[in-house]
């Protein structure tokens, strides 16, 4: 269980009084030190005063000094020092002269030779007692030191720390009971506040945010007032939208699951009859490649998709998890595509034997009519054009099976992929191309994939083909290679006769012509612009067109970079 936090009030009252305490320390050392100097300095002043008259009431002979210093020393009750220029001890009120040590480094000594008066206070090493020293210059380099002890003085100084000592502790104790009081009195609408505004978390209809009268806290109140019906407002659009949304996704024949962590947050009706009705977590999704799908593993992939078999008669489905941006959750669809395989499994093999079996006539057809061309006497010029028109035929009949079987190709062989220059291949396709009946401008810039380098050149290959093959002679082509949103964009634009937009949908449909006419006349088999589509969506791209009839149309191949 998380520990509980102090509450606002107790942390106010407890920073109040830590402030408080603190600068009553603070107010408390200082007043100390400044009653110490005070009386430090009072003793000092009193010491000089006395020192000078000691000045005046010693006698010029040396030999009198002695009793002179202990006379005057039990006169004035104080030490009584004559010290001489060198630092020898010529008279001492309180110890034999003869006895003392040189007093010439002595801090006050060293002023009062100086010329100066000298004050220190240190412990006598004679008579073991601290003293506050003043010595004064008297004549000839002679020094008079006067001392007393510092024991009154740290008395007074003593019973002046208690008296203060007693007023900081009742000014502390007014000041916590203040602070006390303050923290109540400031606190109590807060938690008013708080009240309100817990009893809104909780759902509580209508709560009523209290006045205090306190402008900040009145502003507050109305805001979370706002918001409260704001809230409430923003609720019910959920939960309508919910309900709109649940509508939707039953209706839909794809199942739709929204994963958030280990846990099936949603299934609508179509992917519960493919999951089942009690699965909850991820744990008892079934089969095991949607459990690989959607783990930690994948979601470096950002999308992942597998199909699988269930039920039986068996049905082939279709799962994609896509891996929603930073919300931590993971949209996986699955989708029945039983009827669809089978649709494509007929198409693939009816393409894949239609090439077959069309490819054998149709070099007969052609060997046949390069014969006649060379063989026939009689009526030459007609046999040479019937010969023509079989030769031109056969080499359309062969085209037409060469991109069946391009295509065959390309929906059963695995591709092999390796990084490659997609600039390079467009501008090696254009320079192949060899057009002179329209021009050609070529833009390009760095763009590496990876992908099948055959199939890719035959997709431009045949992008190139359909832009000449529909612009008019003298006509132009822009060419593009260019990065957008990490892929790689090859665009090719003309200015040629355009498509009607009621065709434009179904341009890239296989065997689909919208100049059934024109397509012939150009050689065109209906199948380029489909195995355009079919090579970028093996490359986990796309296609994509824009045409103005009469103005122009645009192509674009668009594939994931290199990662």
Same mark, same amino acid.
């Given at each position: ?5 102090? #509450? ?16 009553? +320390? ?19 002043? /009193? ?76 412990? #006598? ?14 004549? $000839? ?44 009195? #400031? ?104 459990? %690989?799908?959607? /783990? ?9 998709? +597998?199909?699988? %078999? ?28 039983? %009827? +669809? ?27 046949? @009519? ?7 006497? $009689? ?7 019937? @010969? ?9 009949? /062969? ?8 295509? #065959? ?83 090719? +634009? ?6 009607? /937009? ?62």
């Amino acid at each position: 269980m998380p520990r509980r936090s102090p #509450s606002f009030r107790r942390r106010l009252v407890t920073w109040y009084a830590l402030t408080l305490l603190v600068v009553l +320390a603070g107010l408390g050392l200082a007043l100390d030190q400044t009653l110490r100097s005070f009386l430090l300095d009072q003793l000092t002043d /009193s010491l000089t005063a006395q020192g000078r008259a000691v000045q005046q009431a010693l006698p010029a002979e040396e030999a009198d000094l002695q009793a002179a210093a202990e006379a005057l020393g039990d006169d004035l009750g104080m030490r009584i020092t004559v010290i001489a220029p060198d630092g020898s001890v010529l008279a001492d009120s309180a110890s034999d002269p003869t006895t003392m040590e040189n007093h010439s480094t002595r801090p006050e000594v060293v002023d009062a030779l100086g010329g100066r008066v000298g004050v220190a206070s240190r412990t #006598s090493a004679t008579v073991g007692i601290a003293f506050r020293y003043v010595a004064l210059p008297v004549r $000839d380099g002679v020094v008079v030191r006067v001392a007393l002890p510092e024991t009154e003085t740290q008395q007074r100084l003593a019973s002046l720390r208690v008296i203060l000592l007693v007023w900081g502790l009742i000014a502390a104790a007014v000041g916590l009971i203040g602070v006390w009081l303050i923290g109540r009195h #400031s606190m109590r609408p807060l938690e008013d506040l708080a009240r309100s505004v817990a009893d809104i978390s909780q759902g509580v209809a209508e709560t009523e945010i209290p006045r205090s009268g306190i402008a900040e806290l009145d502003h507050l109140g109305e805001a979370v007032a706002q918001m409260a019906t704001e809230i409430d407002a923003r609720i019910s659009d959920i939960q309508r939208e919910q309900k709109v949304r649940d509508l939707v996704l039953s209706a839909l024949d794809i199942g739709v699951v929204l994963i958030d962590g280990d846990d099936i947050a949603y299934a609508n009706p179509p992917a519960r009859t493919l999951i089942g009705n009690e699965a909850a977590r991820v744990q008892e999704l079934h089969p095991a490649v949607l459990r %690989e799908m959607i /783990s930690p593993a994948g979601a470096d992939e950002e999308r992942a998709a +597998a199909d699988y %078999e269930a039920g039986y008669p068996a049905r082939s489905i279709a799962a994609a998890a896509v891996w929603l941006e930073r919300s931590g959750l993971v949209l996986l669809t699955l989708t029945d595509v039983t %009827e +669809a395989r089978r649709v494509e499994a007929l198409r693939r093999d009816f393409v894949s034997a239609a090439s077959h079996e069309l490819k054998t006539p149709a070099t007969a057809i052609q060997a046949g @009519a390069e014969t006649i061309l060379t063989a026939l006497d $009689d009526d030459p010029e007609a046999a040479r054009l019937f @010969a023509q028109r079989v030769c031109d035929d056969a080499f359309r009949l /062969s085209r037409i099976v060469g991109d069946l079987l391009d295509l #065959s190709r390309l929906e059963m062989q695995e591709p092999v992929r390796v990084p490659l220059s997609l600039s390079e291949l467009v501008q090696d396709e254009v320079a192949r191309l060899g057009v002179v009946s329209v021009n050609i401008s070529v833009q390009t810039e760095p763009a590496i994939v990876c992908g099948e380098r055959a199939d890719l050149t035959l997709a431009v290959r045949n992008l190139l083909a359909n832009a000449v093959r529909y612009t008019p002679e003298g006509g132009h082509i822009w060419v593009k290679v260019y990065t957008d949103d990490r892929a790689a964009v090859v665009e090719v +634009a003309d200015d040629g006769v355009g498509i009607p /937009s009621a065709d434009l949908p179904r341009v890239f449909e296989r065997f689909y012509r919208v100049d059934e006419g024109r397509s012939r006349r150009t050689g065109g088999t209906g199948l380029g612009l489909a195995i355009v589509k079919h090579v970028a969506e093996e490359h986990g791209g796309r296609v994509q067109a824009e045409s103005i009839l009469a103005e122009g149309s645009v192509f674009q191949i668009v594939i994931p970079l290199e990662s």
